[in-house]
């Protein structure tokens, strides 16, 4: 469980989180969404444990974040954190990397080499695993930072834009499909930010919309459309953020010479 | 004798060594041709050092090459054919041979050789001096009067070199960690009290020496070793050699279960560790103050003024060393976390302190103050200048590593951030700034 509790950040002056609350149940997948620098990636960073909130805290499966050595150790044995552009180490090649992280994370050795092969080869990286990560093209980097990510079993996954970032089609479905098999397994807490609607309407168990720094609704996919009563969630997302955007539309088209 | 396989790794190092001091009278001949100023005596003293430190590296290399505990796979393989102590290693001895003497001799000699052929003399940082101008050669007068010395060194040299690895070997096998701290307290006894002594360096050698060859016994009769890495599966080794921890990067390095190995560091090795920069300060004060500055230009200084000198030189050190301290400490903090707010951000939001980040600096600034008051006052006790140094090299290293927050739990609890790789303080500033957090 991930419980996100008042939760203040800023760089600067202007506050980036104001006041965020969000409580993610065990077992639960949570999707972030909103406009462009709102705080997602933000309030990502904070449950990650990569930046410290300013006020506020965060718990996860009962342990604080930054209270305590102990805790703090605890919590990063089961938190992974995929960052939307990861730095990988460009001379190792994408087998070694995979199968170090996931020895940094206490995966036994006998699964470890077993799911890397099996990762390696449903992201289509099994012929070039044992090239350098220099000579692989930007969405092959991104596919080993997934498999990185996933191939530590950890029971938190905090994943920012895990689907962009060049993924061919295949990869964005494979990657579907592994996260959709993770959320049903009652163990495996996700949190994650999507910028595409279309993906999270049948991944998400709820959706956090935020916005300005706080959060302004979080439901189910099916229960925001049907507050919106919109048939699609990207249709309810703009409703919600830009309630002005279909007028602002309008007007723009209604201005071109034709 | 017959050549095995170190020997001739060795002979190759030897080599080598030669080859580069012979670069020093080449690089003087070179200098002189083109610029028409001789880069003598910096090349005698370069091509002296080379010697002394080729020796000091030869004694090591031998060990190194020698003994099974330093390298995996000839240890690993030793374990699996019946070797026991008592019967030759196969790759040679790793205990002193005829080999060694003859290693010691051939450098005594060249150093014997060379101080007529090439006027080049050695002695802990070496020297010296028959063509020199007289001026050069009378800032160098203590070495001049010491040039007896010279054969000597690379005796102690390699045996130093020796035994300090043969400590080194023993402390992998956990026998007994503290095992380097044996010659790291004995070698300044060579300069202090009183200076140079080679009766003192010459007590210090053999001691390391022995010592050392006794380790190595009591560490080759333990053999097969029980290292907590002994018979670690195949793949591990290669996924350990392939990549390590380390470079894991961002943001696993930074967030991930795994940090930089911070072995704590208990109490009595922190006392240690400062003791031991506190001795080795009094040595080489020691020289400094009885050799380095006798004459000024040729001049051969007064009593008055080589103390006068040598007491500006220890009240820069003295005050100079803990402000280096100081911002070592805080450079490494530095680099593991940034603040949670921008200076700019701490002076709109009038924040001016974030306890939580700003509890780095509390013992950079004890440290300051320390190093500043302490010897003021033990001067004022009339404490001699070179322990006064002593002294407070050794309190403030002890506030450096002693003094909270460790490094660990302030990069675990503190209220501070991660950096990407490439990111720099000013484009994170600006951005947040301009509003562009997120």
């Not at chain 1, 509790?5 to 969000?22: C, I």
């Amino acid at each position: 469980m991930i419980d996100i509790v008042n939760l203040w950040h800023h760089y600067g002056v202007r506050p980036t989180l104001s006041d965020v609350n969000l409580r993610i149940e065990t077992g639960e997948l949570v999707v972030v969404m909103g406009p462009n620098g709102m705080g997602k990636s933000t309030l990502l960073s904070l449950v990650a444990g990569i930046l410290p909130p300013f006020k506020g805290h965060i718990e996860i499966d009962g342990k604080r974040r930054r209270r305590s050595i102990e805790e703090e150790k605890e919590i990063r044995r089961r938190v992974v954190y995929l960052p939307d552009t990861p730095w990988l180490p460009v001379q190792a090649t994408a087998r070694e990397f995979v199968l170090a992280v996931g020895r940094l994370y206490g995966v036994e050795e006998d699964r470890l080499f077993d799911h890397a092969e099996r990762l390696l080869k449903l992201f289509d990286l099994h012929a070039v695993g044992d090239a350098p990560i220099a000579s692989l093209s930007t969405g092959q980097r991104k596919k080993v930072g997934i498999c990185a990510a996933l191939i530590t079993d950890a029971p938190v996954f905090v994943l920012d834009e895990p689907f962009s970032g060049g993924l061919d089609s295949s990869a964005l479905l494979a990657l579907q499909h592994v996260l959709k098999a993770l959320a049903a397994r009652d163990e495996v807490t996700i949190l994650m930010a999507v910028p595409v609607p279309e993906l999270v309407d049948a991944l998400a168990d709820r959706v956090a919309i935020i916005k300005e720094g706080r959060i302004i609704a979080c439901d189910s996919p099916a229960k925001i459309r049907e507050s919106m009563q919109m048939a699609t969630l990207g249709e309810a997302l703009e409703k919600i953020i830009h309630p002005e955007r279909v007028a602002q539309l309008d007007e723009y088209l209604g201005e071109r010479p034709r | 004798m017959r050549l095995n396989y170190a020997h001739r790794r060795m002979l190759k190092l030897v080599a080598t060594i030669i080859v580069t001091s012979a670069l020093m009278p080449l690089m003087d001949f070179f200098t002189y041709r083109a610029v028409g100023v001789s880069a003598y005596p910096l090349t005698a003293i370069l091509m002296g050092a080379v010697w002394v430190g080729g020796a000091v590296l030869l004694g090591a290399a031998r060990v190194n090459l020698t003994h099974p505990r330093l390298s995996r796979g000839y240890s690993e393989w030793l374990a699996t054919v019946p070797w026991e102590y008592g019967k030759p290693l196969p790759l040679g001895s790793v205990l002193p041979t005829v080999f060694d003497g003859l290693m010691v001799l051939f450098f005594t000699g060249l150093i014997v050789l060379t101080q007529y052929a090439y006027p080049a003399a050695v002695a802990g940082c070496v020297v010296i001096i028959q063509t020199a101008t007289p001026e050069q050669a009378a800032n160098f007068h203590w070495i001049k009067d010491h040039l007896w010395l010279a054969p000597f060194l690379p005796v102690v040299a390699y045996a130093v070199g020796y035994g300090s690895a043969a400590s080194f070997a023993l402390s992998v096998t956990k026998i007994t960690p503290r095992a380097l701290l044996v010659p790291a307290v004995l070698v300044p006894l060579c300069f202090y009290p009183g200076g140079p002594s080679l009766a003192r360096t010459a007590a210090v050698a053999t001691v390391i020496l022995v010592v050392g060859v006794c380790w190595m016994i009591q560490c080759l009769k333990r053999f097969p070793w029980d290292a907590p890495d002994w018979n670690r599966p195949i793949k591990e080794i290669y996924l350990e050699a392939s990549i390590r921890a380390k470079h894991l990067g961002w943001p696993h390095l930074q967030v991930g279960p795994w940090r930089k190995s911070e072995d704590p560091i208990g109490w009595p090795l922190k006392l240690a560790l400062s003791g031991l920069a506190a001795w080795w300060l009094l040595a080489l004060g020691e020289v400094l103050s009885k050799g380095a500055w006798t004459h000024e230009g040729g001049r051969p200084m007064t009593e008055a003024e080589q103390a006068a000198l040598a007491a500006a030189v220890r009240a820069s050190f003295t005050f100079g060393l803990p402000c280096l301290i100081s911002m070592s400490r805080l450079l490494i903090y530095f680099a593991e976390g940034s603040p949670p707010i921008s200076l700019w951000g701490r002076l709109r939001t009038g924040q001016l302190v974030i306890p939580g980040y700003d509890v780095m600096f509390v013992a950079p600034l004890c440290i300051l103050a320390v190093g500043g008051t302490l010897p003021l006052l033990l001067f004022q006790l009339n404490v001699p200048g070179l322990f006064v140094l002593a002294i407070n090299v050794f309190v403030v290293l002890l506030i450096e590593m002693g003094m909270g927050p460790s490094l660990e739990a302030w990069t675990l609890t503190g209220l501070n951030g991660r950096r990407r790789p490439g990111a720099r303080i000013s484009s994170i500033e600006r951005a947040a700034m301009q509003g562009r957090g997120a």
